[in-house]
C-alpha cells in the first residue's frame, strides 16, 4: 500500500471547526466553550474528526484529544492516524500530557510531567528534559503563535518553530462565515492555523512550507525531462521511437520554469532552488533514469514517463485545487504547473498509449519494471517529504 502515498500527499488535510459559532475567552487554557470538534476533510470528503473536550476543576484543566483519521483510495484505506492524549494544565502552565498514537502502523507513545522548574519527558522510549514554559504543538492554544520551540505531542521531540502573521481573513466552516486570523507555523512543524477573535482555533491546514518543498523536488526532476528524452533518442536504433521521443522533446522543453513562477508566486526563493540541489529521493530517482536509460535500454524512459505523465492526468487538476483551498490561497497564482501540467499530460498519456502498442515485445517487460521501480522511487521523494516535515505526515 505504501506505493499510493503520493496521492495522499497531493491532496492535504484540512480540520475545519465543525459547528462554529461559540466563543472561547481569551489566554492559553481560559476556554469558555468546553468542546471543539474538527472535520478532517481531503478533496472536499470528511476523513476523520478532532475532538478536543475541555473540563476544569479550580485551576487546573484537562484537555483530552481524541483524532481519528482514515484516507481510503478505491475503498481500500491507504493512511490511518489515530490519536488520544490528555494535557493537565494549571492556570496557564503544562504541568502533564499523556499520548498514545497510530502513525499508519506507527505507534508512539509519550508521557510529560512537571519536576521542579522544567518538563520530564519520556517519548518512545527516549528520556529528556523541556523548558517548564514550552507548549505542546496541539495547536488549540493560541498561545503557540508566541513559541520559538513546540513539543511534539507524539513523541516528545521539540521542534524549532517560525511563525508568520498572514493577517486577517475569514474562514468557512460548516456554512458559516468566521473572521479569524491567519498564521503560518514553518520549521520543525508545519502547519497553517486561524484563530477567531477570541483565540479558538477554527482551521488548520497544510503549510506552504511543505508545497514549497514539494514544488522544489518537482523542478529537480522535471528540468532532467528533456536531456533524458534526449538521452533515449541518442541511444535507440528504432527509427519509429526516435522521432516520437524528439516530437514529445518540443512538448516537454522548459516546463520547469513554470514550478519557478509558482514558487516565486508563493514567495518562496526560486533562485535558490534553480541552484540547488533536490533530496536525495529525487536524486536517486533521476539517476537511476540515466542509467536505466544508457545501460538496461532506452525503452526504459517510456517507463518514466507512465508513472510521473500517468499521475498527472488522474491527480493534477484535484490537487491543485485541494492544495489551493488548503492553503487559503486566492487566484491561480502558485498552481500553474499541476493545472497546465495535468491538462498536457492527458494528450501525453494518449500519445504514450500509441507508441507503447507500437513498441516490439521484447521492450515490453522494460518499459513495465521501469514503471514499478520508478513508482517505488518516486513514492521515496514522499516518504522523504514526510521526514522533513514531520507535523505535516498526513498530507505527505
Not at 78 to 96: C, K, M, S
Amino acid at each position: 500500500m505504501k506505493t499510493l502515498s503520493p496521492p495522499v500527499a497531493f491532496c492535504g488535510l484540512v480540520l475545519l471547526l465543525a459547528a462554529p459559532g461559540a466563543t472561547a475567552a481569551p489566554g492559553a487554557t481560559q476556554i469558555a466553550r468546553s468542546h471543539l470538534e474538527f472535520v478532517v476533510v481531503r478533496n472536499d470528503e470528511e476523513v476523520g474528526r478532532h475532538v478536543i473536550d475541555f473540563s476544569r476543576d479550580g485551576d487546573t484543566t484537562s484537555v483530552k484529544i481524541l483524532t481519528n483519521v482514515v484516507v481510503t483510495m478505491a475503498f481500500i484505506p491507504v493512511y490511518r492516524f489515530e490519536h488520544a492524549g490528555i494535557e493537565t494544565w494549571r492556570g496557564n502552565q503544562l504541568i502533564a500530557l499523556r499520548s498514545r498514537t497510530n502513525d499508519d502502523g506507527t505507534p508512539h507513545q509519550l508521557a510529560v510531567a512537571a519536576e521542579g522548574d522544567h518538563l520530564r519527558v519520556a517519548g518512545d522510549g527516549s528520556q529528556a528534559t523541556a523548558a517548564a514554559a514550552i507548549l505542546p504543538a496541539s495547536l488549540w492554544n493560541a498561545g503557540i503563535i508566541y513559541q520559538s520551540t513546540l513539543l511534539n505531542t507524539l513523541d516528545g521531540t521539540q521542534m524549532r518553530v517560525a511563525v508568520a502573521d498572514r493577517g486577517e481573513e475569514t474562514v468557512v466552516a460548516a456554512g458559516v462565515e468566521i473572521p479569524a486570523h491567519h498564521y503560518t507555523i514553518s520549521g520543525g512543524l508545519n502547519r497553517d492555523v486561524w484563530f477567531d477573535h477570541s483565540n479558538t482555533l477554527v482551521r488548520v491546514a497544510a503549510s506552504r512550507a511543505l508545497y514549497l518543498d514539494f514544488l522544489t523536488q518537482g523542478y529537480h526532476h522535471v528540468k532532467h525531462t528533456y536531456p533524458l528524452l534526449a538521452l533515449a533518442s541518442v541511444h535507440t536504433t528504432d527509427e519509429a521511437y526516435q522521432d516520437a521521443l524528439i516530437e514529445y522533446m518540443k512538448e516537454e522543453r522548459g516546463h520547469e520554469k513554470w514550478i519557478l513562477d509558482d514558487i516565486r508566486a508563493l514567495g518562496g526563493d526560486a533562485d535558490a532552488v534553480r541552484t540547488g540541489k533536490p533530496g536525495r529521493a529525487c536524486q536517486i530517482m533521476v539517476g537511476y533514469t540515466y542509467y536505466a536509460i544508457e545501460w538496461i535500454s532506452p525503452y526504459a524512459m517510456l517507463g518514466s514517463v507512465h508513472v510521473l505523465e500517468g499521475m498527472s492526468t488522474v491527480l493534477a487538476d484535484k490537487a491543485a485545487d485541494a492544495i489551493q483551498r488548503s492553503l487559503a490561497q486566492s487566484g491561480g497564482e502558485g498552481f500553474s504547473y499541476l493545472r497546465t501540467h495535468g491538462a498536457l499530460d492527458i494528450e501525453h498519456v494518449a500519445f504514450f498509449k500509441g507508441l507503447a502498442n507500437a513498441l516490439p515485445d521484447s521492450a515490453h517487460g522494460i518499459v513495465i519494471e521501469t514503471s514499478q521501480i520508478i513508482y517505488r522511487l518516486y513514492g521515496d521523494i514522499f516518504r522523504e517529504l514526510a521526514l522533513r516535515h514531520p507535523g505535516r505526515r498526513d498530507a505527505a
